[in-house]
């Protein structure tokens, strides 16, 4: 069983930084593309930032500017770093990989051989 394991989650202030991380499987890490999503309470899933196996990388509007995606790759770690936090920015972040992410609008959907991690919850107050 595929398992990528999030941590990093937590509380902080209007204007904080926090990071995410999520270990993924070697033999996925290098060839599929991962991503960080996010669902806030009542609403639906959105994607957040996608970097393709070439590391290329592609953001949300809403945190252009605020977020960086990055891999380690001798750890097999996707990071998401999160600064100038807003309470926009509460929800419960994913990690995913897949083969690849079509776009989809605003968003992307991952193809349909995908993994999920567990969820970890950024609350931001004012």
């Known amino acids: 069983q595929v398992q990528l394991v999030e941590s990093g989650g937590g509380s902080v202030q209007t204007g904080g930084s926090l990071s995410l991380s999520c270990v993924v499987p070697?033999?996925?890490?290098?060839?599929?593309?991962m991503g960080w999503f996010r669902q806030a309470p009542g609403k639906e899933r959105e994607g957040v930032a996608i970097?393709?196996?070439?590391?290329?990388?592609n953001y949300a509007d809403s945190v252009k500017g605020r977020f960086t995606i990055s891999k380690d790759n001798a750890q097999n770690t996707l990071w998401l770093q999160m600064n100038s936090l807003k309470p926009e920015d509460t929800a419960k972040y994913y990690c995913?990989?897949?083969?690849?992410?079509?776009?989809?609008?605003?968003?992307?959907?991952?193809?349909?051989?995908?993994?999920w991690g567990q969820g970890t919850l950024v609350t931001v107050s004012s």
């Open positions: 970097i393709d196996s070439d590391d290329t990388t």
């Open positions: 995913a990989a897949a083969p690849f992410f079509f776009t989809d609008g605003p968003s992307w959907r991952p193809s349909s051989t995908h993994y």
């Open positions: 070697g033999h996925l890490f290098s060839r599929y593309s």
